[in-house]
């Protein structure tokens, strides 16, 4: 079957604006890169490319933006891990060299995570990251006479502080951004769903900085933190590697999830094991390898807002025998109590 013409197209004009980039013809392969681009937009490599020609012309402010539109195109494809990084490291150089530092920090950033020895990428980093914009604490109000008389406890609120994070296949990344803070001032404790960070100012205050409870189970044991010029540096090793995180940490939807579903399961005795049990007696399952209830707390634990109302309100309203992910179905009514074959449903009298 042969390819469709705008797709050769594309190609071919690519492949020219190769031999001309090689002949050192930097005008015609810009051009013959811009027509590969306008028959395929999609295609990160003609945009790396142009944005190399672009800088031997000396348009450097052109040649930033084609990389950064490359980063962005192949950020999401582990194929493509090589051109990412390239894209990142030659964005984060132009961008410095026109003095956007914000920006060329953070695809420096991105590109440390990826190869953390990369002697460019370090010194660019050193060079940048003294230059990027202050942070500017925003001042907490204070409390009104009728908050202060009121019964519910206060919530201690987070320190005000600007922070990043983004990620890779093995690591969430944290970036918290304090300057000057002596290495010996800071330190991190980790868990299997937090991280505490306790900063001693220069002024002899003491910050604490609380991330909890993360999205996803992290390894506490392999998690690392630096501190640097500019910020202090969190390496969050995934309990699952290659699980992607939508979220630094849970929602309030989340968070209340868990809460009704832990409530549930201590006034109504909840086993998933046994669960499991039944349904690999019934269906004849062999025994799994996993810990069964911790099966079912990860299914739980990763799945989206309508499985999870899902699951509280079948297992709850059944009794504990059955059990649904089909938020669609079980939202259309009460979900009945099923028991094992040869038994029958008791009322549950106090």
Same mark, same amino acid.
């Given at each position: 079957?042969?390819?469709?013409?705008? *797709?050769?197209?594309?190609?071919?004009?690519?492949?020219?604006?190769?031999?001309? !980039?090689?002949?050192?013809?930097?005008?015609?392969?810009?051009?013959?890169?811009?027509?590969? $681009?306008?028959?395929?937009?999609?295609?990160?490599?003609?945009?790396?490319?142009?944005?190399?020609?672009?800088?031997?012309? @000396?348009?450097?402010? =052109?040649?930033?933006?084609?990389?950064?539109?490359?980063?962005?195109?192949?950020?999401?494809?582990?194929?493509?891990?090589?051109?990412?990084?390239?894209?990142?490291?030659?964005? @984060?150089?132009?961008?410095?060299?026109?003095?956007? !530092?914000?920006?060329?920090?953070?695809?420096?950033?991105?590109?440390?995570? $990826?190869?953390? /020895?990369?002697?460019?990428?370090?010194?660019?980093?050193?060079?940048?990251?003294?230059?990027?914009?202050?942070?500017?604490?925003?001042?907490?109000?204070?409390?009104?006479?009728?908050?202060?008389?009121?019964?519910?406890?206060?919530? #201690?609120?987070? #320190?005000?502080?600007?922070?990043?994070?983004?990620?890779?296949?093995?690591?969430?990344? +944290? *970036? $918290?951004?304090?300057?000057?803070?002596?290495?010996?001032?800071?330190?991190?404790?980790?868990?299997?769903? /937090?991280?505490?960070?306790?900063?001693?100012?220069?002024?002899? /205050?003491?910050?604490?900085?609380?991330?909890?409870?993360?999205?996803? =189970?992290?390894?506490?044991?392999?998690?690392?933190?630096?501190?640097?010029?500019?910020?202090?540096?969190?390496?969050?090793?995934?309990?699952?590697?290659?699980?992607?995180?939508?979220?630094?940490?849970?929602?309030?939807?989340?968070?209340?999830?868990?809460?009704?579903?832990?409530?549930?399961?201590?006034?109504?005795?909840?086993?998933?094991?046994? $669960?499991?049990?039944?349904?690999?007696?019934?269906?004849?399952?062999?025994?799994?390898?996993?810990?069964?209830?911790?099966?079912?707390?990860?299914? !739980?634990?990763?799945?989206?807002?309508?499985?999870?109302?899902?699951? +509280?309100?079948? !297992?709850?309203?059944?009794?504990?025998? /059955?059990?649904?992910?089909?938020?669609?179905?079980?939202?259309?009514?009460?979900?009945?109590?099923? #028991?094992?074959?040869?038994?029958?449903?008791? #009322?549950?009298?106090?």
């Amino acid at each position: 079957m042969s390819k469709p013409a705008n *797709e050769t197209a594309d190609i071919a004009l690519f492949q020219q604006g190769n031999e001309a !980039y090689f002949d050192d013809e930097y005008e015609q392969a810009e051009s013959l890169y811009t027509q590969a $681009i306008a028959a395929n937009h999609t295609n990160s490599e003609y945009y790396l490319r142009r944005a190399q020609v672009r800088s031997k012309l @000396g348009n450097l402010e =052109s040649a930033a933006s084609d990389a950064q539109k490359a980063a962005t195109l192949c950020a999401d494809k582990s194929s493509l891990l090589r051109r990412y990084f390239k894209a990142l490291h030659l964005h @984060g150089k132009w961008a410095a060299e026109l003095k956007n !530092y914000d920006e060329a920090a953070e695809s420096l950033r991105k590109a440390a995570v $990826i190869n953390p /020895s990369h002697e460019d990428i370090k010194k660019l980093l050193d060079t940048v990251e003294p230059l990027t914009t202050p942070v500017v604490s925003e001042p907490v109000a204070e409390k009104s006479e009728e908050a202060a008389g009121s019964s519910q406890p206060a919530v #201690p609120a987070r #320190p005000k502080v600007r922070h990043e994070w983004y990620q890779n296949d093995e690591f969430v990344v +944290l *970036e $918290i951004f304090i300057k000057r803070v002596q290495k010996d001032a800071a330190s991190v404790e980790f868990t299997e769903k /937090s991280v505490s960070v306790s900063v001693k100012m220069a002024t002899g /205050s003491e910050n604490n900085y609380e991330f909890e409870p993360l999205l996803h =189970s992290i390894v506490p044991g392999e998690s690392t933190f630096e501190v640097l010029s500019t910020k202090i540096e969190i390496r969050l090793k995934k309990a699952n590697s290659g699980n992607k995180w939508d979220h630094l940490e849970e929602t309030d939807a989340q968070q209340l999830a868990n809460q009704k579903l832990s409530l549930s399961s201590s006034r109504k005795g909840v086993s998933w094991d046994s $669960i499991a049990a039944y349904a690999e007696k019934e269906t004849k399952l062999k025994p799994s390898e996993q810990s069964v209830n911790e099966l079912f707390q990860n299914i !739980y634990r990763d799945a989206d807002e309508d499985t999870r109302r899902a699951m +509280l309100k079948s !297992y709850t309203e059944s009794n504990g025998t /059955s059990l649904s992910t089909d938020w669609k179905s079980v939202s259309k009514g009460k979900v009945e109590t099923v #028991p094992p074959t040869d038994t029958y449903a008791k #009322p549950y009298s106090s």
